[in-house]
């Protein structure tokens, strides 16, 4: 997943009205880590370096630092323990 992809912007219609814009890399982003919870809920032994894998990402810590501050928590706090 590439970092200069949230340079653009997509319009946000309610009712025909144009009420914003959302920058599509943000919605990216929100769907891969929403993405990356289901992954961590769902199999206990996967690394965060194979969630990031799974999603995209060509490096974890950047996978680790973008969950990080869209999350409030490293995924290594998501990963379940068994």
């Known amino acids: 997943m590439s970092r200069g992809m949230t340079?653009?912007?997509?319009?946000?219609?309610?009712?025909?009205?144009?009420?914003?814009?959302?920058?599509?890399?943000?919605v990216r982003i929100e769907m891969a880590l929403d993405k990356a919870d289901e992954y961590?809920?769902?199999?206990?032994?996967?690394?965060?370096?194979e969630?990031?894998?799974?999603?995209?990402?060509d490096d974890p810590l950047y996978f680790s630092r973008l969950y990080?501050?869209?999350?409030?928590?490293?995924?290594s706090r998501r990963v379940r323990r068994t």
Do not use: C, T, W, Y
């Not at 969630?51 to 990402?57: E, M, P, T, Y």
């Open 7 to 26: 340079e653009a912007v997509m319009p946000v219609r309610l009712g025909g009205r144009l009420i914003g814009f959302v920058m599509i890399g943000q």
């Open 68 to 75: 990080r501050k869209h999350r409030g928590v490293p995924p």
């Open 51 to 57: 969630v990031a894998s799974r999603l995209g990402f």
């Open 40 to 49: 961590f809920r769902n199999d206990a032994g996967m690394r965060v370096s």
